[in-house]
């Protein structure tokens, strides 16, 4: 592949591209060195970082991050190539497969009129998919962030009738884990015996949250964003005062964060 070639590059390039940087004979030494388990952390961060584009509405920063999520796939096909257990053409046959599969709607004779039916449907044709399984929650992945391993472990609980008929009993539930928690608090518990209460407190309010028709993930990033913002609003409204954050006392603090809040809300 010429290096001044100017013609558009393919999907085809990049396969290449990945196949040069894992060729023994003349390679990159890092990308060699590299396995599934190696490159696992850096396909979450990739994912993570095209979430953080779209949530800035960075553009820019959308085809570049979706670039390096791509790149990543790529990788992992490579490496599975060199196994002997498929390659990228496998990867996208396969997912091409699974789409026309599971929307009959589409390529097929199903009536499928609203996007809740077609969720149904869609979770309908997975379950089909994995067949006779020992559990309900059997394939929500060990290595999703805990918040979202909960909520899609209480939607598969609930596909099979194991909810609360009503988000009342879920938002009783969760004063009562708070209330449990604060008296453990008050007892002086161990650690063991808080993290167990405050796991159960966490894992009620994001099933009160699923409830709402919220996604905990996306709400708890928002609200992460939110304090992010007001909080470095404060600090330069320190920094305009001359005053230095650790020596400033939390009533002056929380004025700050007040009026950070006022400012925000105006705009």
């Not at 388990?37 to 979430?51: K, N």
């Not at 599975?80 to 053409?89: I, L, Y």
């Not at 059997?138 to 899609?152: D, F, I, N, Q």
């Amino acid at each position: 592949m010429a290096s001044n070639d100017a013609s558009p590059a393919t999907i085809e390039t990049l396969v290449e591209i990945m196949a040069r940087l894992r060729n023994p004979q003349g390679g990159c030494p890092w990308d060699l060195e590299q396995d599934f388990r190696s490159i696992a952390p850096y396909t979450l961060e990739e994912a993570y970082e095209v979430v953080d584009a779209i949530e800035r509405d960075d553009s820019t920063a959308l085809q570049d991050e979706l670039g390096d999520l791509l790149f990543q796939v790529v990788f992992h096909a490579q490496m599975a190539q060199e196994r002997g257990w498929f390659d990228f053409n496998d990867v996208v046959s396969g997912i091409c497969e699974k789409m026309v599969r599971r929307h009959p709607h589409v390529f097929a004779d199903e009536v499928i009129e609203t996007a809740e039916a077609q969720t149904r449907a869609w979770e309908h044709h997975k379950e089909r998919e994995r067949g006779e399984q020992n559990s309900a929650l059997h394939g929500v992945p060990l290595s999703l962030p805990a918040l979202t391993r909960a909520y899609k472990l209480q939607k598969r609980a609930s596909r099979v009738g194991f909810d609360w008929p009503s988000i009342h009993g879920v938002s009783d539930k969760v004063e009562e884990e708070l209330q449990e928690l604060n008296e453990e608090i008050s007892s002086h518990a161990g650690i063991d015996k808080l993290t167990d209460e405050a796991g159960d407190l966490l894992f009620a309010a994001v099933n009160l949250v699923r409830h709402a028709g919220v996604q905990p993930e996306l709400a708890l990033r928002k609200g992460n964003s939110k304090f992010t913002r007001r909080f470095q609003q404060v600090e330069k409204f320190l920094q305009d005062a001359g005053q230095i954050l650790s020596d400033t006392d939390l009533d002056t603090l929380d004025y700050y964060w007040e009026k950070a809040k006022e400012q925000e809300a105006s705009r």
